[in-house]
């Protein structure tokens, strides 16, 4: 049947309408970030997904965690790193993504010094054949109490072992050299023993030996520092510290005025054994797990500590993320510095790097 040169004319219009739609693409710039500290990842992949399986990438995030892509409004992206859990978001002009903790490396079993270490850093597969970082630098990241000439031997098993009818996803196994540690507890000095390092690390590590080895009542936090890398000062001629509070020395966040930080609608997560805290001008300190205050709220802004540091900052002010329609903010600032877990300032070579 032939159309009229009516019907023809609305036919054509139809579909020229229908190809516009299906084909109008969206420019799409974004940020993507660590969910529980904000910072930004970099060589993240941007995927496109399709229905039939066969994902396209469209671009990767640069050093300060942005990208961009053209793509069909609506498009699904897939965002990949091996690092973190994957996450899908439907394509907008402006998107920020908050990727969690979780990559496809497990973290295996630590043994430090014959005895099992809370340890958790997964990155430690990036070593050979994975990569071609040191396997000693690696080690030392994992537990920055600890530098390449305090290990005598490191040993990394990469296979499924079963200790105990318990699956373990590999072994690392780190042998120390002894060496001199300045004992501090509620900040007097308690003199210097000689010691494996590596028996003080892992999250609980320093506080199970101030705790079981030194027998110093109500710890509640220890903390290993390497004086040669961290500090600002020299201790003499120890090159590590053992920082110990008590329950003694700090008020407790209940009994202070101060108020837990919040964040992703509730209370601030406890991350490396600390949560922020916040005065009545909103000023950000750091509280252990048991709720002892060990910093006093005095930072415009901080991040949660990881791996033994925080990021902080004196000033500065917020932003709202654009596209974000008020839901995320990010803090500004141009004097970003370090600081241990007790707020001591850490006299890092290049404090804007981690």
């Not at 396997?135 to 072992?161: F, G, N, R, W």
């Not at 996803?169 to 509620?186: F, M, Q, W």
């Not at 199970?208 to 040669?228: C, G, H, Q, R």
């Not at 000023?283 to 415009?300: D, E, H, L, Q, S």
């Amino acid at each position: 049947m032939k159309l009229t040169k009516t019907k023809y004319i609305i036919v054509s219009i139809l579909l020229t309408m229908c190809i516009s739609i299906y084909a109008r693409n969206i420019n799409v710039n974004g940020r993507v970030v660590g969910k529980y500290d904000g910072e930004p990842l970099v060589s993240v992949i941007v995927k496109a997904i399709f229905t039939n399986g066969k994902d396209s990438i469209v671009d990767w995030t640069d050093a300060d965690g942005k990208f961009t892509a053209s793509v069909p409004e609506n498009q699904l992206l897939r965002f990949q790193d091996v690092w973190w859990k994957d996450t899908i978001a439907i394509a907008k002009e402006n998107l920020i993504i908050e990727m969690e903790d979780g990559g496809v490396w497990k973290n295996p079993l630590w043994v430090v010094d014959d005895s099992i270490a809370d340890v958790d850093y997964p990155g430690i597969w990036y070593q050979s054949p994975y990569g071609d970082v040191a396997l000693e630098t690696l080690i030392c990241e994992a537990m920055p109490a600890l530098q390449e000439h305090d290990i005598e031997k490191v040993e990394l098993i990469d296979s499924t072992l079963c200790i105990n009818n318990i699956l373990i996803n590999g072994l690392c196994r780190v042998r120390t050299k002894p060496t001199s540690i300045h004992v501090i507890v509620d900040g007097e000095n308690r003199g210097i023993i000689e010691e494996y390092p590596g028996r003080l690390v892992g999250k609980t590590g320093a506080i199970k030996y101030a705790s079981n080895t030194l027998l110093i009542d109500s710890v509640i936090d220890a903390v290993a520092i390497d004086s040669e890398k961290f500090l600002l000062t020299s201790c003499g001629k120890t090159k590590k510290m053992l920082v110990v509070t008590t329950a003694e020395h700090y008020p407790l966040v209940a009994k202070s005025g101060f108020k837990p930080y919040q964040y992703d609608n509730g209370d601030d997560y406890v991350s490396d054994g600390r949560y922020r805290i916040v005065d009545k001008e909103g000023k950000i300190g750091y509280a252990t797990k048991n709720g002892a205050v060990v910093i006093f709220p005095r930072f415009a802004f901080g991040f949660p500590f990881k791996n033994g540091r925080a990021k902080v900052t004196d000033s500065g002010h917020l932003e709202e993320v654009k596209g974000s329609d008020g839901e995320y903010h990010h803090w500004v600032s141009n004097s970003w510095y370090w600081i241990d877990k007790l707020g001591n300032r850490l006299g890092m070579e290049n404090e804007t790097d981690r």
